[in-house]
């Protein structure tokens, strides 16, 4: 279980997208333009299931990814 937000792996950052990686090996990502987070839906696929919250910023969209993590990956 990952208790603290800074424990996510984060991959990319480049103002407008923001990605992590899941200790299993899944990829998240936040999208700054359209407010949306999601995890990828198969390895390498670049396609992306968006979780139901519309995180605001990027201090949101962390604890959002944490939460998808913590309750569907550990």
Known sequence: ???R???LDERVNTGAVVEWQS??????R???????AGVES??????WLW???R??????????VLE???SEEL
Do not use: C, K, Q
């Not at 200790?23 to 998240?28: C, L, V």
């Open 5 to 7: 937000v800074r424990d």
């Open 55 to 64: 995180p605001a910023d990027l201090r949101a969209a962390r604890r959002a």
């Open 68 to 70: 998808h993590i913590n």
């Open 30 to 36: 936040w999208e700054r333009r359209t407010r949306r």
């Open 51 to 53: 979780l139901a919250a």
């Open 23 to 28: 200790p299993m090996g899944s990829r998240y």
């Open 1 to 3: 279980m990952l208790t």
């Open 42 to 47: 198969a390895p390498g696929s670049e396609r």
